[in-house]
């Protein structure tokens, strides 16, 4: 089976091996993959694509990954979470973490020159009493802010 093209806001932290992400997937009708996918579930394009307005937040750490929907979160949070990042990321030049409420918090540290290293502290609301954990390298300043603009950009 081909894969299916998704799109939608996406912001990744991390490497391709350790990272947590927040994404908002949006598939496209059109697509022929969807299409396939639909037609072996006997659904319509357009109902197995469905809205396309549910975040989810992923994460992998050492090959093993994880991820769970977060319902009722809108755009505005995401948003949020994403500029407060950006502004302590262009100020910082220490240590600081950002809550982004019950289910995820990014405790960053200086990782070298132009750099930060991130762990990310991620809680499923439908387990609270569970943490995973994912401990990033240094990843680049610059490149952050590009990433944190992008997202940010496709939010508006």
Known sequence: ????AMGGPALFIGSDTDYVALVRPELDPAD???????????????????AGDLWAVLVESGGEGDGFELPGVR???PADFA?????????????FSVDGGAVLRLDARPAGADAYAFTAYVTPPDDPETTLTVETGPLPVAALLADLDAFLGSLA
């Not at 089976?1 to 299916?4: D, E, L």
Request: net charge negative; glycine share 10%.
């Open 83 to 95: 500029e407060r990042l950006r502004a302590e990321l262009a100020a910082a030049s220490g240590p």
């Open 1 to 4: 089976m081909s894969p299916i």
């Open 32 to 50: 022929a993959g969807v299409q396939r996918a639909a037609a072996e579930a006997g659904v319509a394009p357009e109902e197995f694509a469905g």
């Open 75 to 77: 755009d505005a949070e």
